[in-house]
């Protein structure tokens, strides 16, 4: 079968297409993939940056979509099945799955769309709901909001009721993909933007923030008494440090999400967090936006896109045809 290899952790030019045997089932979950999911995670792990490394060669990937071909004994999924999966190594024609971390796609869904569900959504879920406590009617400003993870925190932050939601990006292009995804204002990056947030809003219940690095201080200062920051990641390379005084007399916080790290620890979460979604899709609020699409032999070109901060919606291989 036709797999992607990191052979050095080089960035995207240690990638290479190569064939490697098909997994044997062994009485697990097998899924026929038609679509993986690229995120800057993947990056990451190309760069032997990521918080779990191993050495290469290795098949790089964290989600897909595809059709199951084989299931285990007692499953509640069917041979046949459009499924997304998250786990790893699924820069390839034929994953074995988990099957806790396998679910039906929705009819609604197309395989692209479900290769950049899982992280994004289940992430956008757990971070508003399970960390920030985000409730009805409450304003939302989301970092990197053109992007795959900023996309799915908007029409999740919208889909639980939030009254306003506020994207901020770096281009009138990027601009117009988080209205796009559902964003009722957006903000464009400059030195003045945490000043055009405060005239849009008057400040924020929560800040979703997966880039964090000179936009995290900032981020504080937008909110409101008693609001929360949310941090999700670090898209921006370096790590913030906050004084705990400026929590304590804007009586604010700062709360963490590493929707990763809780799965090891609780690992009927997803499936949970799945049901939690589900209800947001058949109403419409959820519609994934798939961004830049390339063939699995262009994944070198998708993490580039990282690489150049080009990324918009969710970026995705096609491995087989729908």
Same mark, same amino acid.
């Given at each position: 079968?036709? *797999? ?11 990638? *290479? ?45 964290? #989600? ?35 099957? #806790? ?32 406590? @985000? ?63 405060? #005239? ?40 913030? #440090? ?26 009927? @979460? ?6 939690? @979604? ?21 994944? *070198?070109? *998708? ?20």
């Amino acid at each position: 079968m036709r *797999a992607i290899q990191i052979q050095s952790l080089t960035g995207p030019e240690g990638l *290479a297409l190569v064939d490697l045997p098909e997994p044997e089932a062994d009485g697990g979950l097998l899924i026929d993939v038609h679509a993986a999911g690229v995120s800057f995670a993947d990056l990451l792990v190309s760069q032997g940056l990521y918080q779990m490394t191993q050495p290469p060669p290795f098949v790089p990937g964290m #989600e897909a979509a595809g059709i199951v071909r084989q299931v285990p004994p007692d499953s509640n999924l069917s041979v046949g099945d459009r499924v997304c999966t998250h786990g790893t190594g699924t820069f390839v024609e034929v994953i074995r799955a988990s099957p #806790e971390q396998t679910f039906r796609l929705p009819d609604s869904m197309s395989f692209e769309q479900g290769a950049g569900f899982i992280l994004n959504f289940q992430t956008a879920m757990f971070a508003l709901r399970h960390r920030g406590g @985000l409730g009805e009617g409450e304003t939302v400003l989301v970092f990197g909001a053109s992007g795959g993870v900023g996309t799915a925190a908007i029409q999740v932050a919208k889909g639980l009721g939030a009254a306003r939601v506020i994207g901020l990006v770096s281009t009138p292009a990027k601009a117009e993909i988080a209205s796009a995804a559902g964003a009722d204002d957006v903000a464009l990056i400059s030195d003045k933007w945490k000043n055009d947030v405060l #005239e849009l809003s008057s400040g924020v219940d929560l800040v979703y923030d997966p880039v964090g690095g000179d936009y995290f201080l900032d981020g504080l200062r937008c909110l409101k008494p008693n609001g929360r920051l949310v941090v999700v990641g670090f898209a921006a390379g370096s790590i913030p #440090e906050v004084r705990v005084n400026r929590l304590l007399l804007k009586n604010i916080a700062v709360v963490g999400a590493a929707w990763g790290s809780a799965i090891q620890i609780d690992r009927s @979460l997803p499936g949970r967090i799945h049901d939690e @979604l589900m209800p947001l899709i058949e109403s419409g609020a959820i519609d994934p936006p798939v961004g830049q699409s390339l063939p699995l032999e262009q994944a *070198a070109d *998708a993490l580039r896109l990282f690489q150049k901060r080009e990324a918009v919606g969710k970026v995705v291989l096609r491995v087989a045809a729908d």
